[in-house]
């Protein structure tokens, strides 16, 4: 199977601020990547697929890249309503893998 | 309005069955694939399986395979998920999702269902 690994387990940040938040597949997914939201007491919501792509409704601030095997979710001009965890997913081959989550905490 | 309506919390004994079904509205089912997806209290998330709502070919992950089936019902534009021999550990939300076509294998989730609840406790 392969692992994907969320190199934090929380991060904080100030209103308007730029937050990153990092994945890494254990081997490679050539860019079959999504990230999800996921704010307590309800379902994830995708934001980004094939690593960069937005989702549909997902607001410009959230952007996705990829440099090596390490996926990066960024969010700029953070808001309030941002505070949730964050999970990647791998869907190159079977079973799909999550990370473990990145909890971010809005200042 | 594209929708995944699924069914009730569920209280089970260790070693019942349970079976959870969710309802696709507002996009053609038999086009797309259906995966679930379950997470434990305070967990990350866990992919389970999936089913191909066209022509039913299903996937389980190959941990949970034996105790696990997933099916569909095309006239119903519902999915279901079935786990057997429940224990404690099976104790989650189980989440049913619809397989984005614009993904590789229709890999990544886009729209999501409520959420179930199955607890396993005697």
């Given at each position: 199977d392969i692992q994907m690994t969320q190199s934090s387990s929380s991060l904080s940040a100030y209103v308007g601020n730029t937050v990153t938040f990092t994945c890494r597949a254990s081997q490679g997914i050539r860019d079959s990547l999504a990230w999800y939201q996921q704010?307590?007491?309800?379902?994830?919501?995708?934001?980004l697929y094939t690593a960069s792509r937005l989702a549909s409704e997902v607001p410009f601030r959230f952007s996705g890249s990829v440099s090596g095997a390490d996926y990066t979710l960024t969010i700029r001009d953070v808001q309030p309503q941002d505070s949730a965890t964050y999970y990647c997913q791998q869907y190159y081959s079977l079973p799909y893998t999550f990370g473990q989550g990145?909890?971010?905490e809005i200042k | 309005q594209v929708l995944l309506v699924q069914s009730g919390a569920e209280l089970k004994n260790p070693g019942a069955s349970v079976k959870i079904s969710c309802r696709a509205t507002g996009y053609t089912f038999s086009a797309s694939s259906m995966h679930w997806v379950r997470q434990a209290p305070g967990q990350s998330l866990e992919w389970m399986g999936w089913v191909?709502?066209?022509?039913?070919?299903?996937?389980?992950s190959q941990r949970l395979m034996g105790r696990v089936t997933i099916s569909r019902d095309t006239f119903a534009t519902t999915g279901y998920?079935?786990?057997?021999?429940?224990?404690?550990e099976d104790t989650a939300t189980y989440y049913c999702a619809r397989g984005g076509k614009s993904c590789r294998s229709a890999g990544c989730l886009d729209v999501w269902g409520q959420?179930?609840?199955?607890?396993v406790s005697s």
């Amino acid at each position: 199977d392969i692992q994907m690994t969320q190199s934090s387990s929380s991060l904080s940040a100030y209103v308007g601020n730029t937050v990153t938040f990092t994945c890494r597949a254990s081997q490679g997914i050539r860019d079959s990547l999504a990230w999800y939201q996921q704010k307590p007491g309800q379902a994830p919501k995708l934001l980004l697929y094939t690593a960069s792509r937005l989702a549909s409704e997902v607001p410009f601030r959230f952007s996705g890249s990829v440099s090596g095997a390490d996926y990066t979710l960024t969010i700029r001009d953070v808001q309030p309503q941002d505070s949730a965890t964050y999970y990647c997913q791998q869907y190159y081959s079977l079973p799909y893998t999550f990370g473990q989550g990145t909890k971010l905490e809005i200042k | 309005q594209v929708l995944l309506v699924q069914s009730g919390a569920e209280l089970k004994n260790p070693g019942a069955s349970v079976k959870i079904s969710c309802r696709a509205t507002g996009y053609t089912f038999s086009a797309s694939s259906m995966h679930w997806v379950r997470q434990a209290p305070g967990q990350s998330l866990e992919w389970m399986g999936w089913v191909s709502a066209g022509d039913g070919e299903s996937k389980v992950s190959q941990r949970l395979m034996g105790r696990v089936t997933i099916s569909r019902d095309t006239f119903a534009t519902t999915g279901y998920l079935e786990v057997g021999r429940l224990r404690s550990e099976d104790t989650a939300t189980y989440y049913c999702a619809r397989g984005g076509k614009s993904c590789r294998s229709a890999g990544c989730l886009d729209v999501w269902g409520q959420g179930t609840s199955v607890i396993v406790s005697s």
